[in-house]
């Protein structure tokens, strides 16, 4: 508040001496008269403040956005490398959505472009290069790439997060005290996993948007939909606990899946049988931990 005072009574200082100086030669009266007769002066006014405005909240709100940021991933680097014994001190809080609003944006934003520079910079040339493979291959290639690093990436961080939590298990802690409430208050690594994945498929349904349509174009967008609302009302009405046990439970048969998928392509593309061999063990592995996963565990926590 300190720094944008001093800002603003600078620009005040500074708008002042250059309207005495103006005022101080002739023409700088003429122009003022005729500034001041004219019916358009007070909207090119008022789009000046507005403009000013505009710019101090996008500053600020820019300036809230890296601290906030730093906090939450400060949170989730001291689970991933240094352990749950070292994130008991860790600050806990509860849904602020003018907060977690903007920790969303500039996660989703940041997905989105690590999700289309590595497919449109690293990726599909390197698949067109290596493989021959042209549009739709391409697309659905380069898609099975981001979807197996992102599904693994938060099944990594997921398996790191949720068993570090107090109450992980056994499984009544998920609700005990849940009528008293205070559920919705939860530790930073946890804030920072459960925003970065819906962030994920915030990033998802503009990126299905962008993609050439396929078959089940209606279908995938309807998912992430539907996936984001469910995030965002566990989060906020303190179901959190088992939330993110269905979270982590969800990421691990994907990843086999769209390796398989990768192999297959492979396969088609090269006409060597091993990549084929490939894909049809990672499809079992697959089967296996869906059936473990979402046929076993997913049923006992639901």
Same mark, same amino acid.
Not at 22 to 38: F, K, Q, Y
Not at 113 to 134: F, H, I
Not at 261 to 277: D, F, M, N, P, V
């Given at each position: 508040?300190?720094?944008?005072?001093?800002?603003?009574?600078?620009?005040?200082?500074?708008?002042?001496?250059?309207?005495?100086?103006?005022?101080?030669?002739?023409?700088?009266?003429?122009?003022?008269?005729?500034?001041?007769?004219?019916?358009?002066?007070?909207?090119?006014?008022?789009?000046?403040?507005?403009?000013?405005?505009?710019?101090?909240?996008?500053?600020?709100?820019?300036?809230?956005?890296?601290?906030?940021?730093?906090?939450?991933?400060?949170?989730?680097?001291?689970?991933?490398?240094?352990?749950?014994?070292?994130?008991?001190?860790?600050?806990?809080?509860?849904?602020?959505?003018?907060?977690?609003?903007?920790? /969303?944006?500039?996660? /989703?934003?940041?997905?989105?472009?690590?999700?289309?520079?590595?497919?449109?910079?690293?990726?599909?040339?390197?698949?067109?290069?290596?493989?021959?493979?042209?549009?739709?291959?391409?697309?659905?290639?380069?898609?099975?790439?981001?979807?197996?690093?992102?599904?693994?990436?938060?099944?990594?961080?997921?398996?790191?997060?949720?068993?570090?939590?107090?109450?992980?298990?056994?499984?009544?802690?998920?609700?005990?005290?849940?009528?008293?409430?205070?559920?919705?208050?939860?530790?930073?690594?946890?804030?920072?996993?459960?925003?970065?994945?819906?962030?994920?498929?915030?990033?998802?349904?503009?990126?299905?948007?962008?993609?050439?349509?396929?078959?089940?174009?209606?279908?995938?967008?309807?998912?992430?939909?539907?996936?984001?609302?469910?995030?965002?009302?566990?989060?906020?009405?303190?179901?959190?606990?088992?939330?993110?046990?269905?979270?982590?439970?969800?990421?691990?048969?994907?990843?086999?899946?769209?390796?398989?998928?990768?192999?297959?392509?492979?396969?088609?593309?090269?006409?060597?049988?091993?990549?084929?061999?490939?894909?049809?063990?990672?499809?079992?592995?697959?089967?296996?931990?869906?059936?473990? /996963?979402?046929?076993?565990?997913? /049923?006992?926590?639901?």
């Amino acid at each position: 508040k300190d720094r944008a005072g001093g800002e603003r009574s600078r620009a005040e200082r500074a708008h002042i001496f250059v309207m005495k100086a103006a005022m101080g030669s002739p023409l700088g009266r003429r122009r003022a008269e005729a500034e001041a007769s004219s019916p358009w002066w007070p909207t090119v006014q008022g789009v000046a403040m507005c403009g000013f405005s505009v710019h101090r909240v996008v500053a600020f709100g820019a300036e809230r956005g890296v601290d906030e940021v730093r906090a939450v991933l400060h949170g989730l680097g001291v689970v991933m490398l240094e352990g749950a014994g070292a994130a008991t001190s860790l600050p806990h809080a509860s849904p602020d959505m003018d907060r977690d609003s903007l920790l /969303t944006a500039v996660f /989703t934003a940041s997905f989105f472009a690590v999700n289309w520079g590595l497919r449109c910079l690293v990726v599909e040339p390197a698949a067109r290069r290596a493989l021959g493979l042209q549009r739709s291959d391409l697309q659905k290639f380069a898609q099975s790439v981001m979807e197996a690093l992102f599904y693994g990436a938060f099944m990594f961080i997921g398996s790191a997060v949720v068993p570090s939590q107090e109450w992980v298990w056994p499984s009544w802690k998920w609700w005990k005290g849940f009528a008293d409430g205070g559920h919705e208050v939860m530790r930073s690594d946890l804030r920072c996993y459960y925003i970065m994945y819906i962030a994920r498929y915030v990033q998802a349904i503009f990126s299905v948007l962008l993609e050439r349509k396929r078959k089940d174009f209606a279908e995938m967008l309807v998912h992430h939909l539907v996936t984001v609302a469910v995030i965002y009302i566990s989060y906020v009405y303190g179901w959190n606990r088992v939330g993110v046990v269905v979270m982590v439970l969800l990421d691990p048969a994907d990843v086999p899946l769209h390796l398989a998928k990768l192999c297959k392509y492979t396969s088609e593309a090269t006409g060597r049988r091993t990549w084929q061999i490939a894909a049809d063990r990672l499809f079992e592995i697959f089967a296996l931990v869906f059936f473990v /996963t979402r046929l076993v565990m997913y /049923t006992y926590v639901c």
